[in-house]
């Protein structure tokens, strides 16, 4: 009981820490999307944003297997990856933690268990985390077609899945797809906040 209580509290302070947090202090709605370039991927290959110029929307997620928000969004992310594959769209997470959990050899193994259709990339130089301005886990950053920063924040809002009201990534694609802004491009992220060296 009392490790329950523990545990609790480490997250609940984590999750405080990261919505005070704002990627605005590093990246603008407009702002040129960072590059990343030759990150080791779960399939064995290295990846770098311009794999995907022929994307009309680029996801990238900052997510890492130890975070129970960032698990609670797993299947979410899957299941973004295959409704809007065929209309243009590529999801990419980046792993940024070192822990001993986050290893590439513990991402390989979470991407099969968890059946990951999208790209896992390791980055243990933390770089790509930092150029975002990445708070915590997971911290979604959708860049258009041009690939300008046109969303970033939160997946939708609440962890829990049967309890989700707005789908913010879901509405933000929606309008990018079709040409337009999207009505709310910036919303609070919230997670297991980032540790960086």
């Given amino acids: 009981m009392l490790r329950y209580v523990f545990g609790t509290l480490v997250l609940g302070c984590a999750l405080l820490a ?3 947090a704002h990627a605005a ?7 040129a999307g960072p590059e990343w370039i030759a ?3 779960t399939d ?3 990846h770098s944003l311009s794999d995907y110029k022929d994307a009309k929307a680029v996801v990238v997620v900052f997510t890492c297997n130890h975070c129970p928000v960032a698990t609670a969004y797993q299947d979410r992310l899957v299941a973004v990856q295959k409704d809007y594959a065929d209309k243009g769209v590529q999801v990419v997470a980046i792993c940024e933690s070192k822990m001993p959990a986050d290893n ?3 991402m390989k193994q979470r991407a099969k268990d968890a059946g990951f259709n999208f790209p896992y990339l390791c980055d243990p130089s933390q770089k790509s985390a930092i150029d975002y301005g990445a708070t915590c886990t ?3 950053f959708v ?3 041009d ?3 046109a969303y970033m924040g939160a997946i939708d809002d609440s962890m829990k899945a049967d309890k989700v009201d707005k789908q913010y990534l879901r509405a933000a694609l929606d309008a990018i797809l079709d040409g337009k802004q999207p009505e709310t491009p910036v919303t609070k992220q919230f997670g297991c906040g980032i540790h960086y060296e």
């Fill in 143 to 145: 860049l258009d077609k």
């Fill in 44 to 46: 064995s290959k290295t």
């Fill in 18 to 20: 990261c919505q005070r």
């Fill in 147 to 149: 690939r300008k920063v």
């Fill in 138 to 140: 997971p911290h979604v």
């Fill in 104 to 106: 590439l050899e513990a």
């Fill in 25 to 31: 202090d590093k990246l603008k709605i407009g702002d």
């Fill in 39 to 41: 990150l080791d991927g």
